[in-house]
């Protein structure tokens, strides 16, 4: 047969109960016949509990000790799922990060996976074992402990499918695929069961959490299928592939699939918009603004500039809210330096995005989703746009009106609440 990766997220390994039940489920899959590699998260939610703990005893986070502290969480869980194997009989063993060989550069915090060696994934492989591997982890070219980010255990599992050549990536988590928008917010989405990595890539760039970005990066690159799914009802997902090639192998034109104009309505809360009032129209200014937040590994999203009056002009951009001290110090001194009016922030925003392949050949697609939020009185702060994406910053204290009206208004309502269970995350 072949080889399966499965990625288990916080919740599906959440309390002894669960991580039994992912054990037996990877006995289930090697009943089959496949070779297994596990890559798993920390239990439930503690990852944060760990960055609170950071926070009661210190300001000061110096990235090399907080990756230190986080790639704990997922050790302890690989180490109880390798446990919890060998008591049913399955023969299993534990890796960290950096026993796989997953070569980061040097970033802490973020850091980006540059290699994986997966020597010793293969080894354990051939030798019938199920090999567990902490996700979220890996070690730089410094011969550091280094992190990949939040939600980076997804990255993990599709770059190690990648370096396996496995059939699939499952990705096991709390809800039961992707879905047309969080249900969490959204209960009439609906579940998608299909989508292109290119739309997954737009869905995970504009913040859905269900997939960190990177990994669905990884997947297109290497073209790992990704089967999105859920471990407390293991039925199946949504998959995640390159669509033209699926729809070529279709026997028939009928079975081929349309692009849908709009595949998923996405919300982002973790942003902060920041405004530089009153700074010089003139060539150079925002590379002197945006090139040290650039040095600083600070992501900046949507920039908006306004036209200038009288060669003066406001610039308007939002960063992680993660990142938001650090742009701020370096902003302030920029804006110093050019003379600027002064700068704001606001961190009661949302990013609402519309994602649908369908766009390219559907024009309107905007104007329509601008309509139905001046319907619904929702004023927007910034707009960006890609080929298949359509983007808007509002307040935050309108997501769940924006997400639900838009949901609607497009089409994309299942006819029935969100029923699978949503467990409550711990
Ligand atoms: P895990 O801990 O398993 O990695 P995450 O919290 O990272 O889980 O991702 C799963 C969550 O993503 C769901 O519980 C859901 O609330 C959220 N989510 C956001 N957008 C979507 C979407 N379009 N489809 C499905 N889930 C979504
Ligand atoms: N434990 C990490 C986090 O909570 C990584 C992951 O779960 O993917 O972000
Ligand atoms: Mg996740």
Redesign the pocket.
């Known amino acids: 047969m072949g080889i399966v990766v499965q990625k288990y ?2 919740t599906s390994v959440a309390d002894p109960e669960r991580i039994k039940a992912v054990a037996e489920h990877v006995a289930f899959t090697r009943s089959h016949g496949n070779d297994v590699v596990v890559v798993v ?2 239990m439930g939610k ?3 509990n760990l960055i609170s703990l950071a926070n009661q005893v210190s300001g000061t986070h110096p990235g090399r000790e907080l990756d230190m502290l ?1 790639t704990t ?2 050790r302890i869980s690989m180490a109880l799922v390798c446990m919890a194997l060998a008591d049913i009989g399955i023969d299993a063993v534990s890796f960290t990060g950096s026993q796989v060989g997953i070569i980061t550069d040097t970033v802490h915090t973020k850091a980006k996976i540059l290699e994986v060696k997966g020597d010793r994934l293969r080894e354990a492989l051939a030798a019938g074992k199920v090999a567990v591997v902490a ?2 982890q890996g070690v730089s070219t410094d011969s550091e402990i280094t992190t990949l980010g ?5 990255t993990t599992a599709v770059a190690l499918a990648a370096a396996v050549n496995a059939d699939v990536c499952e990705i096991y988590t709390d809800v039961t695929g992707v879905f047309s928008a969080d249900p969490r917010i959204v209960p009439q989405a609906r579940k998608l069961q299909h989508l292109d990595f290119e739309e997954m890539l737009e869905m995970a760039g504009a913040g859905s959490k269900v997939l ?1 970005l990177r990994s669905v990066e990884f997947a297109r690159n290497h073209n790992v299928p990704l089967h999105v799914r859920s471990s407390f009802t293991w039925e199946h997902g949504t998959w995640v592939l390159d669509m033209s090639a699926f729809n070529a192998q279709q026997s028939s034109k009928e079975n081929a699939m349309e692009d849908p104009i709009i595949s998923g309505v996405v919300h982002e809360t973790g942003e902060a918009k920041v405004t530089v009032f009153g700074v010089a129209d003139k060539p150079g200014i925002s590379a002197a603004l945006f090139e040290p937040l650039a040095d600083a590994n600070v992501n900046v999203d949507m920039i908006v500039q306004n036209t200038s009056k009288d060669g003066i002009t406001d610039i308007s951009f939002t960063v992680p809210k993660s990142d938001l001290a650090t742009a701020l110090k370096i902003v302030n001194a920029v804006a110093g330096e050019l003379g600027a009016a002064g700068v704001t922030h606001d961190e009661a925003v949302a990013k609402i995005s519309l994602v649908g392949a369908g766009m390219k050949t559907s024009p309107g697609v905007a104007a329509k989703m601008f309509r139905v939020l001046a319907d619904a009185d929702v004023n927007i702060e910034m707009i960006s746009t890609s080929t298949i994406r359509v983007s808007v910053v509002v307040g935050a204290a309108n997501t769940e009106k924006a997400l639900r009206t838009l949901h609607t208004a497009f089409g994309l309502d299942s006819g029935q609440a969100y029923s699978a269970p949503l467990p409550e995350r711990k």
């Open positions: 997220g916080g998260s920390a503690t990852t944060d986080l969480g997922e996700g979220f939040r939600g980076g255990s997804d960190a």
